[in-house]
């Protein structure tokens, strides 16, 4: 068999400074190793200037490398000599399974640092020779049907001719860190993954409401981490289970109901940002969505925001929920029959319209700090790993 390889092709690098753009590559060669070890799929890796190249069993490298953050495609290549002879032998067997009589084809060739032709040359000799294979082929560089990319380099000859795309983004651990609330739903997952292809590494909080919340709800916010760690393999996806029905009963016995919701969604912020700065994370993200439900109109979120001096950061802000599930089913946080996700609390006109004055008078009522710290401290921590999750003692 010949030897095989992926190429892969890494984005947005050109928008970086030369030490940013190592640090860049450093981290998704650390990353996709990573994938490469969860996925039991041995590997040899290559850095030539800006292009990553993996060495083994091509169909199962493509496969988990094209999952990786920051990769905008896969090649899977055959690898030869660097000869153009050895190059031409692949392509043309390549082509030949792929091409059919009459279809128009062109060779798009590279080459770096290998001497004795250019690169039109390497591409001409191939196309030569694949037309001599089988001459009803027509060459046609401006509208191919086929296109088939060769490469001469230093160390072989690389010859492919189809790329797998990849989930684009930025290499996961170079955006920095944050909290995200993450919920049973379907959003929250979908927020978090958002953050982690834009290369920002999470930790997840979830908050139990206890007594008002759904059967379903803590074991299906335990399962979203879960299902979320198979996007960072070979790293921790934390999750901190906040036990928020104290806060709650407090408030339904001191508070005016009607904003339940609000209180509700700024003492989990309050909550992630008491545990974003215990452990150094730079905001809190949410899956919240203009207008989705009361707590979610401009005026609202802007009262959710005024909870904390963290970023509250959106990435669905603007998306419609059909987008947003279609998402969910690509990425496999969709849940088909989640059980009882409910909440109890709900009252039965929940405030579409609030003032931060009037939300702040209300919770004066409360012992926020106290209320927060205690829910914090006392938090359950889990670890998911490679799609699985187990809980943690934490060190007191
Ligand atoms: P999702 O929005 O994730 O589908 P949901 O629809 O139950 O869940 P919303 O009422 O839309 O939640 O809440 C908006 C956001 O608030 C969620 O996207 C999530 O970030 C956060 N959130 C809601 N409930 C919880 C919870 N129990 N624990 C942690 N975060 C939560
Ligand atoms: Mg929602």
Not at 15 to 42: C, G, H, W, Y
Not at 75 to 98: D, P, Q, R, Y
Not at 136 to 147: G, M, Q, R, S, T
Not at 322 to 344: L, M, N, Q, W, Y
Request: charged share 25%; proline share 4%.
């Amino acid at each position: 068999m010949d030897k095989q390889a992926v190429m892969v092709r890494v984005g947005e690098l050109w928008l970086k400074s030369e030490p940013v753009r190592r640090q860049f590559i450093k981290t998704l060669v650390t990353n996709l190793k990573s994938a490469m070890e969860a996925a039991d799929v041995p590997c040899k890796t290559e850095v030539f200037r800006g292009r990553i190249i993996l060495h083994g069993d091509a169909d199962r490298i493509a496969d988990a490398a094209s999952k990786v953050f920051g990769i905008v495609d896969a090649a899977k290549c055959i690898v030869t000599g660097n000869t153009k002879e050895s190059i031409a032998e692949a392509a043309v067997s390549l082509a030949k399974e792929k091409l059919h009589a009459g279809m128009r084809f062109a060779v798009r060739a590279k080459r770096q640092f290998v001497e004795g032709f250019t690169s039109q040359q390497l591409a001409a000799f191939v196309a030569d020779k694949i037309w001599d294979a089988a001459p009803d082929f027509i060459v046609d560089l401006e509208h191919p049907e086929y296109e088939i990319f060769v490469e001469a380099r230093e160390f072989g000859g690389l010859v492919y001719d189809e790329r797998i795309k990849g989930q684009g983004g930025l290499p996961l651990g170079t955006a920095g860190r944050t909290a995200v609330l993450l919920s049973a739903g379907i959003d929250s997952p979908v927020a978090a993954w958002l953050m982690m292809r834009r290369g920002v590494s999470l930790t997840g909080v979830f908050a139990d409401s206890g007594s008002f919340a759904g059967k379903a709800s803590k074991e299906l916010a335990k399962d979203n981490a879960r299902l979320l760690s198979l996007w960072c393999p070979g790293r921790a996806f934390p999750l901190w289970i906040v036990n928020v029905e104290p806060f709650l009963l407090s408030m339904q016995k001191s508070c005016n109901t009607h904003y339940t919701c609000l209180f509700c969604k700024r003492f989990m912020i309050r909550a992630a940002e008491y545990i974003a700065k215990q452990n150094r994370l730079e905001g809190v993200v949410t899956g919240e969505n203009i207008g989705q439900v009361a707590s979610q109109t401009l005026q609202n979120m802007g009262v959710i925001t005024a909870s904390s001096d963290l970023p509250i950061l959106r990435p669905l802000l603007t998306y419609d929920k059909e987008d947003i599930v279609k998402i969910a089913r690509s990425i496999g946080t969709f849940h088909e029959s989640p059980g009882d996700t409910s909440c109890r609390a709900v009252p039965v006109k929940p405030a579409t319209r609030s003032s931060i004055e009037v939300i702040t008078e209300e919770e004066k009522k409360l012992d926020m700090e106290g209320l927060v710290a205690a829910a914090a401290d006392s938090a359950e921590l889990w670890i998911a790993k490679n799609g699985e999750i187990y809980r943690k003692e934490r060190k007191s």
